[in-house]
């Protein structure tokens, strides 16, 4: 947790409020059995209701007091905590973003979900009540130990001995949970794991009915994190009755020697109850402190987690040229581009090279996994290429900013993601700036104005999460409206159009030429129909480049093209 230190940076005077504000209310506490000692001894014992009332009004004024000061304390406690818990989150989440697709998919998408919610809740919890006892809890123990030896040097030996027995448990049992606390914090994305999973894809689930072995399984990683805590708690459980045997073993001999000292004059009742008191208030504060760890304990493990998302370097270094879509320079190029996925047991893409200027396009095809989408992965820089250099406005993509590389590119990916929110809101993460009468182009040249047009509301008709109340053609269409609300130089379509029919199709096609005649347009598809009238057309075969040229050229000289065309066309429509 000290490596987090940082999120308290312009919360200082609140780290030391809170802990001098709960030593105070220490101060307080410790201060009482004194007075009833006092009580005892001289108002008791002379029979002066004065004195008892007096001393009496005392205890009720620092009673008082000593609320308002732990209320105060509470909330500084608080304050910082809830400061620390967003400010930890809010970078937590900054730096996520700033990583690759290779880096989110080698932590995981499940458990980085766990750190930056449940982990993160753990730490601001320890914090919480780390600044609220770490020294109070201390204090008191140590100062009744102290008050103990005043009243006797015996007596304070003997509450001494008993701290020592329950602090000694206490860092034992810390030393082996934080262990186990990890183990719990993994079992936990294990289980969310599944749980994403099983949401997302509950359609498949259902369809292929494996809901049985699903259950089974999540069953099976809910037992593992069930068995985890069950048997930690069963070992934090051993530290509170452990505390009470040593605490209560030195009040036990106090008493003993207590009630000799008392028969032969050398320690009146006053100082006896006092040290009575003293014992329970060291029992309660080391009970206190036990629980403090096992929650450090917690947060220490989580802090751990944490810190291994923020000590993941990204992989792939920001640049720092402004991109733009130079005059004379193709829009995009591809020169002698190989790429490998991290892990990957060979080259998804081999020596592709193709040069698309503005206002062209250039259709990408090949049969299942010949690198199509990765191709458009490429342009938007999702991965840096194993070999040679994809360029965009003559300018090496790793030369450029991601965000003004984002800013000339725009991509429509197969799977349409919405958001929750708006159409006018999905649209405008596209176009941030757009008007109402861009976004209703837009969704003209996207064929989605007759789905808009037809929700209650148009344009502030609900969107609900990922889009749920839409179909998948919709959201397709809807997913291309945003991107053409970008007025991009660079459109990317990769399979953008697979959940459309035929004439909408041909119909968004068309619309595009018309309305973005200026952009350089990439139109990835397994369909022959959507590529043929692209300037150029790309050839995939298992990652090589097999053949680039216009249809007739491939017709005559590409095979792969050719057999792509005779499973999908006529003869004369290949012809034609």
Not at 369 to 390: C, I, Q, W
Request: with cysteine; glycine share 10%.
């Amino acid at each position: 947790m000290f490596k987090l230190r940082r999120y308290l940076r312009g919360h200082y005077a609140q780290c030391v409020l809170a802990p001098l504000f709960k030593m105070l209310e220490a101060l307080l506490q410790l201060l009482v059995p004194l007075v009833m000692a006092q009580v005892i001894d001289v108002g008791i014992a002379r029979r002066d209701a004065a004195f008892v009332l007096a001393h009496g009004a005392l205890l009720v004024g620092m009673g008082v007091f000593a609320w308002a000061i732990s209320v105060t304390a509470q909330y500084f406690c608080s304050k910082l905590a809830a400061a620390f818990g967003t400010a930890l989150r809010d970078d937590l989440f900054r730096h996520v973003l700033s990583l690759s697709r290779a880096d989110v998919e080698r932590l995981g998408r499940a458990t980085l979900v766990t750190r930056i919610t449940n982990d993160s809740q753990q730490v601001q919890d320890g914090l919480n009540m780390f600044f609220r006892l770490i020294l109070r809890s201390p204090f008191v123990t140590f100062g009744t130990v102290v008050a103990a030896f005043l009243v006797d040097g015996v007596e304070g030996a003997a509450l001494l001995v008993a701290v020592i027995a329950s602090f000694a448990v206490v860092m034992g049992f810390m030393r082996v949970t934080t262990r186990r606390y990890r183990e719990i914090q993994r079992g936990l994305d294990e289980v969310l794991l599944r749980t994403t999973e099983n949401l997302e894809g509950v359609r498949v689930l259902r369809a292929f009915r494996r809901e049985a072995s699903e259950r089974e399984a999540f069953a099976g990683a809910a037992r593992t994190v069930r068995d985890r805590q069950v048997s930690t708690g069963d070992l934090s459980g051993l530290v509170n009755p452990l505390t009470y045997a040593a605490i209560n073993c030195g009040l036990i001999a106090l008493l003993w020697l207590g009630g000799a000292q008392v028969n032969v004059g050398h320690l009146t009742q006053g100082q006896l109850v006092a040290l009575v008191s003293y014992v329970s208030q060291a029992l309660v504060e080391l009970l206190k402190l036990t629980n403090l760890i096992v929650l450090l304990s917690k947060a220490s493990a989580c802090a751990r987690r944490v810190n291994e998302v923020f000590e993941t370097v990204p992989s792939m270094s920001d640049g720092t040229r402004e991109a733009s879509l130079a005059p004379g320079e193709p829009a995009v190029a591809f020169d002698d581009v190989s790429f490998t996925y991290p892990g990957g047991a060979g080259r998804a893409l081999s020596h592709v090279s193709f040069s698309l200027p503005r206002g062209a396009t250039l259709g990408v095809i090949g049969g299942t996994g010949s690198g199509k989408s990765t191709l458009a992965s490429l342009v938007m820089r999702f991965y840096d290429v194993t070999e040679g250099a994809v360029r965009v406005g003559g300018a090496d993509v790793r030369e450029l900013t991601r965000a003004s590389l984002r800013r000339v590119v725009a991509i429509v990916e197969q799977g349409a993601t919405l958001f929750s929110g708006t159409i006018a809101s999905n649209l405008r993460w596209g176009g941030p700036g757009a008007g109402e009468k861009d976004l209703w182009s837009a969704l003209g040249t996207a064929q989605a104005a007759g789905v808009v047009s037809g929700k209650d509301g148009e344009l502030e008709a609900e969107v609900e999460q990922f889009g749920r109340n839409f179909s998948g053609g919709q959201r397709q269409r809807l997913a291309v409206a945003r991107a053409l609300a970008r007025r991009s130089g660079v459109l990317v379509l990769d399979d953008a159009s697979s959940a459309l029919d035929f004439a909408t199709d041909a119909a968004l096609r068309r619309a595009i030429a018309r309305d973005r005649a200026d952009a350089a347009v990439i139109t990835i598809s397994q369909r022959v129909a959507a590529v043929r009238q692209a300037d150029q057309i790309l050839v995939l075969d298992g990652g090589r480049q097999v053949g680039l040229g216009t249809h007739e050229e491939l017709l005559a000289s590409c095979p792969v093209y050719r057999e792509i065309c005779d499973s999908q066309l006529s003869a004369e429509e290949v012809v034609r």
